[in-house]
């Protein structure tokens, strides 16, 4: 899938995607994103913020950034900070292209971005990601991953078409291989649910 259609996508998408996605949101990613922006601190980017489901979980006192591709997604994402009452800095900004200073955030979290964007793309985004973060931050990286259970990797062979066809996401994305290959520290590569979602922590 090519960037544009991944927009596209994803400004079709937005119309639907807090329905398609809450039951994940509710019984899934709560608990964990709770975890996740607990290691947060200082400036941070939330990369690929998609409707905004990360803005209750972001650090107080945090100056944040928010960027996406999609305007549907930016949308959502400016009405749920304002209903919160969260200040963010929502921009349309392409995380392989940003027009951020070097060495400027803290922190960088990309929630599920690297299922969604293609393989030829991550070594750019990484580059870009590695440019933009400060020497000593870090970087978080959740995604999911195909199970190593039979039954597990099978059911969810089953449901990729699905997934990729709505949210242009897929299971076998190489993200590992691209940090290894651009030569980030690696601070802590573990599962967070079961088999199948995956954070790294990694550094400059």
Known sequence: MTHNKIKNKY?????????????????????????????????????????????????????????DISNGMLDKSRKRAEKLKRNVHVQKMDIASTNFPDNYFDTIVATFLFCVMPDKLQPKALKEIKRICKSNGRIIMLGYEYSEKPFRRLFMKLLSPYVEFVYGARFDRKRIEYVKKENFKILENLYVHQDIMRMIVIQP
């Open 11 to 67: 400004n079709l998408t937005s119309k639907l995607y807090n329905i398609l996605d809450y039951p994940f949101e509710t019984l899934r990613y709560k608990k964990i994103s709770g975890k996740i922006w607990k290691l947060g601190n200082g400036r941070i980017l939330d990369a690929g913020m998609g409707t905004g489901r990360n803005i209750p979980f972001y650090p107080k006192n945090s100056d944040i950034y928010g960027i």
